[in-house]
């Protein structure tokens, strides 16, 4: 980018002279980044004129697009179609992609960055939005409060966040300026919702006792990267994918590229080292119990939803995903389908005591339920080697719902947890930092709000000798 020359008026001779005219010099080029850095997958992005930026993700596994957006800076004239059509065929060309033409591309969703004002319809985006310092303009969460783990978004709560519609399936929760009172909710529409999947309408509706009906409506959606969840480091890699629309590049690689990849390369080299003296390969079983209402239903007078079934049962996981390349990582085996099928796979109890009674770990992927659950079903449970040798983790050890919240931006935490599950041993007297031991530990308590930058879950790492020299017990 050329930068325009600095010009000062000079003074005439004999005469007063003005106070010099100043031009602002244009604003320094933007940092870029290689989405292959952050083990990207699923996006790949270019950088036009301006700083604007053309963002496509795809889907790895049919190398075919998802989805295509036009990042324009503020002030910056829009991107022509020409620039367009150029930036779009460079991008599929580079990265291999199937044959398309700009004419078989849909028109690219436009957004204004960075951004200013945006919501959330999951908790996993959360902790990517605060290592990028921009949590403070978070409007909403696309659901209940009580699954938001973050200690700074829940002192933003209003005082009564309790949705009052509770018949409509389009529920939320507001988050009050950080500057005033937590009982003042910002109300007003958003101009981007980060979602992890494609809703129907972009709409989402709650109320509070001392405010009419609210909603927040627009009609940007970004849809995030699922498969960020195929691999271990791509989950704490996707810190790239957000800091494009907030102009954080530079935030993104020195958090990302200076921080959690070297250390998940420390973490997986140790797993491997500690899994070396393994006695017998373990199977990992992986599941929670989870039913819903389902089939025809009725509005009762309260305004409850009442189903005349149930659906669900116990829930247990695709292969290919971040579980199973850590279970790989130690010399185990996790117990996964293959088929990978709407909504998930679920298993009656006698399906699941033939699935899982003889694996020697199990991994409760529920940080709420392993209680009510053993003690419903304390009969078949009881019978599982994994529960007679005292082997359950659950996943509430740094609270209830932080798993699924802060686990995907800490994966190098993650894989030392599963490591120490597994072989029994750690590297300096590492603590767990998401599973428990449901037989002798606590659930862990909610975080508070800490104010500054962003600081991960993980210790420092130290490269160990081969053959296992970790701490163990």
């Not at 002192?155 to 009982?183: C, H, I, Y």
């Not at 500690?274 to 017998?280: E, Y």
Request: aromatic share 12%; charged share 20%; hydrophobic share 35%.
């Amino acid at each position: 980018m050329l930068r325009s020359l600095l010009i000062f008026a000079l003074p005439l001779v004999g005469a007063f002279s003005s106070p010099a005219k100043k031009y602002p010099l244009k604003a320094p080029r933007l940092a870029q980044i290689d989405p292959d850095d952050f083990d990207a997958e699923s996006w790949t992005v270019h950088y036009g004129p301006d700083g604007s930026k053309l963002v496509l993700t795809r889907n790895p596994e049919t190398n075919t697009l998802l989805d295509f957006y036009s990042l324009n800076q503020r002030n910056s004239p829009p991107l022509t179609e020409q620039q367009l059509a150029f930036g779009t065929t460079q991008l599929i060309l580079n990265s291999g992609w199937k044959n398309l033409t700009p004419g078989d591309l849909p028109p690219p969703t436009t957004v204004l960055i960075p951004l200013k004002s945006f919501m959330v319809l999951s908790t996993t985006t959360i902790p990517f939005l605060e290592m990028l310092n921009e949590d403070t303009n978070l409007k909403a969460y696309g659901g209940d409060a009580v699954y938001v783990s973050s200690g700074c978004l829940r002192d933003r709560l209003p005082a009564s966040n309790t949705p009052e519609s509770v018949a409509n399936p389009f529920v939320g929760t507001g988050f009050g300026d950080k500057n005033l009172s937590a009982t003042t909710p910002v109300i007003g529409s958003v101009q981007v919702s980060f979602s992890d999947f494609q809703p129907e309408e972009p709409i989402y509706y709650w109320s509070y006792p001392e405010f009419p009906p609210q909603s927040w409506g627009n009609g940007v959606i970004v849809k995030i990267i699922e498969q960020r969840e195929q691999s271990l480091s791509g989950g704490g890699g996707a810190v790239g994918f957000y800091s494009l629309f907030f102009n954080k590049e530079a935030t993104a690689s020195r958090l990302f590229l200076g921080g959690v990849k070297p250390r998940i390369d420390c973490v997986e080299y140790n797993a491997v080292a500690l899994s070396a003296t393994t006695k017998s390969r373990q199977k990992v079983l992986w599941a929670n119990y989870y039913v819903w209402g389902c089939g025809e239903y009725s509005v009762s007078v309260e305004g409850y939803y009442l189903y005349e079934d149930e659906c669900g049962g116990w829930a247990i996981p695709v292969c290919g995903y971040y579980h199973e390349q850590a279970t790989i990582l130690v010399e185990a085996d996790l117990l996964c389908t293959d088929e990978d099928v709407p909504g998930g796979t679920y298993l009656t109890d006698e399906e699941f005591v033939a699935w899982g009674q003889a694996a020697e770990k199990f991994v409760y992927a529920d940080g709420t339920s392993w209680d009510s659950v053993f003690a419903e079903k304390i009969d078949m449970l009881s019978k599982f080697t994994s529960v007679i040798n005292e082997e359950v983790y659950d996943v509430c050890k740094n609270g209830v719902n932080d798993y699924y919240e802060s686990r995907v931006a800490n994966p190098d935490s993650f894989l030392e947890d599963m490591t120490e599950i597994v072989t029994g041993k750690t590297q300096n007297y590492y603590e767990r930092r998401f599973m428990r031991n449901v037989f002798d530990e606590v659930c862990g308590v909610e975080s508070v709000c800490v104010e500054g930058d962003w600081v991960s879950l993980a210790d420092e790492c130290s490269y160990i000798k081969s053959g296992g020299s970790g701490s163990g017990s």
